[in-house]
């Protein structure tokens, strides 16, 4: 009977061990969490970044994301500071869009000048600018047409300080220069007329 009682105590104890174990969290810190992906995100994460005092991670809205979510908090046990964003790209595609964009910059232009091409993991979407030199280039004008039009709202365009407006901006900036053309075309032609 005492072996008997001492082995149920030896189950229970062994029983309560091993639930403890469970619930208590693998990492002190979401940095400490962070640092087993070394950049190499899970399918269902967009990005990992600090947002003043508060820690934030770009999730997929998707069922899998929501469930890596509930399994976060549960790992990381200082989690008060960590916020949840739901984004609609993982960073695995922007990634393999950036690598298209960036080959692409490589094999059809020349004499681009400065330019970037980047992930914003908080804004989930790949930036790209164009120093003031685009202007004199016809290819980065073409690519620039190409990257809205293939990517869409997986990308966002700088040129020179200002962003581009992914729905036609880029003709409205050329309509702009267009008319600026126009427009000086004409004051010439009222400068000569004034000369004879």
């Given at each position: 009977?005492r072996?008997?009682l001492?082995?149920?105590?030896?189950?229970?104890?062994?029983?309560s061990?091993?639930?403890?174990?469970e619930d208590?969290?693998?990492?002190e810190?979401?940095y400490?969490?962070s640092?087993?992906w070394?950049?190499?995100?899970p399918?269902?994460?967009?990005g990992f970044?600090?947002d003043g005092?508060?820690a934030?991670i770009?999730?997929?809205d998707t069922e899998?994301g929501?469930?890596?979510k509930?399994?976060?908090?549960?790992?990381?046990?200082?989690n008060s500071?960590i916020?949840?964003?739901h984004?609609?790209?993982s960073h695995?595609e922007?990634?393999?869009?950036e690598?298209?964009?960036?080959?692409y910059i490589d094999?059809?232009?020349e004499?681009?000048g400065?330019w970037?091409?980047?992930?914003?993991?908080?804004?989930?979407v790949?930036?790209?600018?164009f120093g003031?030199?685009y202007?004199?280039n016809?290819?980065?004008?073409?690519?620039?047409?190409?990257f809205?039009k293939?990517?869409?709202?997986?990308?966002?365009?700088?040129?020179?300080?200002?962003?581009?407006d992914?729905h036609?901006?880029?003709?409205?900036i050329t309509?702009c220069v267009?008319i600026g053309?126009?427009?000086l075309?004409v004051?010439?032609v009222?400068?000569?007329?004034k000369?004879?």
């Amino acid at each position: 009977m005492r072996k008997m009682l001492a082995l149920v105590l030896i189950m229970i104890c062994l029983c309560s061990m091993t639930v403890q174990a469970e619930d208590t969290p693998q990492f002190e810190t979401l940095y400490d969490w962070s640092s087993q992906w070394q950049g190499n995100y899970p399918d269902y994460m967009s990005g990992f970044w600090f947002d003043g005092e508060n820690a934030c991670i770009g999730v997929l809205d998707t069922e899998e994301g929501n469930r890596a979510k509930r399994e976060i908090m549960k790992e990381v046990k200082e989690n008060s500071n960590i916020i949840f964003v739901h984004h609609k790209y993982s960073h695995d595609e922007l990634k393999e869009v950036e690598s298209e964009i960036l080959a692409y910059i490589d094999k059809n232009i020349e004499n681009l000048g400065s330019w970037s091409v980047g992930i914003s993991e908080d804004e989930n979407v790949i930036r790209i600018r164009f120093g003031e030199e685009y202007k004199w280039n016809f290819k980065a004008h073409k690519a620039i047409r190409m990257f809205n039009k293939t990517y869409g709202d997986r990308v966002e365009i700088f040129l020179g300080d200002k962003a581009l407006d992914n729905h036609g901006g880029f003709t409205s900036i050329t309509t702009c220069v267009g008319i600026g053309v126009v427009i000086l075309a004409v004051v010439f032609v009222i400068k000569q007329r004034k000369k004879r």
